[in-house]
């Protein structure tokens, strides 16, 4: 969330006025503006065999802004794990991989940069990554929409189950 206060000053004719009437200032309190961010609930990679490399399309992200002139989305993950999350039971979170892909929709003036764009631009999610961004000079309503991909490299190690995972998309 972004916050911001504004001051306006008198036009050349109010600073005339000020003169004559000791003058005013115009305080208006902190605005809040904000962006916000939606995605899919979960999704499935289905059966995948140990040393291969399952891939799902995550669903729609979407951000929606207002008055905001830039933000950016960050992705991030915890480990894939099953049973009671051993070294054998866990997939780490280094092993995954994402790429935001292009725009689905827009909304707004501005710039919309993919952190993303390709699928041979897929980063590791063993840290937080930008998933999209957007600026403009505008103060102004916008939205962007894209479907992202996830690559879940299974270890040649990993045991039988079902994994379970955490997939963070965030807005400021």
């Known amino acids: 969330m972004l916050l911001m206060s504004c001051v306006l000053l008198p036009s050349a004719q ?5 003169a004559a009437t000791g ?26 065999e140990a040393g291969r490399t399952a891939t799902v399309k995550l669903g729609q ?4 802004s207002v ?6 989305a960050t992705v991030s993950a915890s480990d894939f794990t ?7 039971e866990t997939i780490a979170r280094s092993n995954l991989s994402y790429w935001s892909g292009p725009l689905v929709s827009k909304t707004g003036p501005g710039t919309w940069s993919p952190g993303q764009p390709a699928a041979n631009n897929a980063q590791p ?4 990554r930008k998933a999209f961004s957007y600026t403009t000079v505008l103060s102004t309503s916008s939205s962007a929409v894209w479907q ?16 379970t995972g955490t997939i963070i998309h965030s807005v400021a």
């Open 14 to 18: 109010g600073q005339r006025a000020q």
């Open 23 to 48: 003058g005013m200032v115009f305080l208006i309190p902190e605005a809040r503006m904000a962006a916000s961010i939606t995605a899919p609930g979960t999704a499935s990679l289905g059966s995948v």
């Open 61 to 64: 992200v979407r951000v929606n």
């Open 67 to 72: 008055a905001v002139r830039e933000w950016t």
């Open 82 to 88: 099953t049973g009671a999350g051993t070294a054998a």
């Open 125 to 128: 999610l063993d840290t937080g």
């Open 148 to 163: 992202p991909t996830l690559n879940v490299s299974v270890p040649v190690t990993a045991v039988t189950g079902t994994y």
